[in-house]
Each structure stands twice: as structure tokens, then as C-alpha cells.
């Protein structure tokens, strides 16, 4: 499968979810990811607390930019104003 056909795929199942359902889909995964940054202890234990803080980060910054692109999304089907007539 070419990778451009898997990403309309993917592409495709997620806009069906909706804005708001995606939003909240990537903080419900990701943010149980935090329960092991208080497991982490020294040693090897440090790759937990690692991993715990990079995919819950990686959850909330993808909710922000999502929320933060959303209505230029949605300003794309604004009409465009040409000129303004009656002002002078």
C-alpha cells in the first residue's frame, strides 16, 4: 500500500470524528502517560519518567495546534470582501 493512500486513509477516518471528538481523543490517550513520571526512580527507572512527559506533552500540544488551526480552517469558506462601498 503506497504511503500516500494510507495517509488518506487515515486522514479521512479522523476527519470523521469530528474537531472537538479529536481533540478529546488525543488527551484520553495520552495523559494516562503522566501515572509514570512518580513510578520513575533513579537508574533505568528515568526512562519511564522520559517517556511518561514526552507522550503526554506530545497529547497537549497536538490538542493546542489543532485548536489554535481550527478556525483558520474554517475561514477558508468565508467570503472574500473585495471593496467596501458606502464608506467614503
Not at 490538542?63 to 475561514?75: A, G, T
Request: net charge positive; charged share 10%.
Amino acid at each position: 500500500m503506497p504511503a500516500t493512500r494510507w495517509r488518506g486513509l487515515v486522514a479521512g477516518r479522523l476527519a470523521r470524528l469530528g474537531q472537538v471528538r479529536l481533540v478529546w481523543l488525543s488527551l484520553l490517550v495520552t495523559q494516562p502517560a503522566w501515572v509514570l513520571v512518580p513510578v520513575a526512580e533513579p537508574g533505568w527507572g528515568v526512562a519511564l519518567f522520559a517517556v511518561g512527559t514526552l507522550v503526554a506533552s506530545a497529547g497537549m500540544l497536538l490538542s493546542v495546534v489543532w485548536v489554535l488551526l481550527s478556525p483558520l480552517r474554517s475561514m477558508r469558506d468565508l467570503p472574500v470582501i473585495t471593496s467596501v462601498e458606502g464608506h467614503g
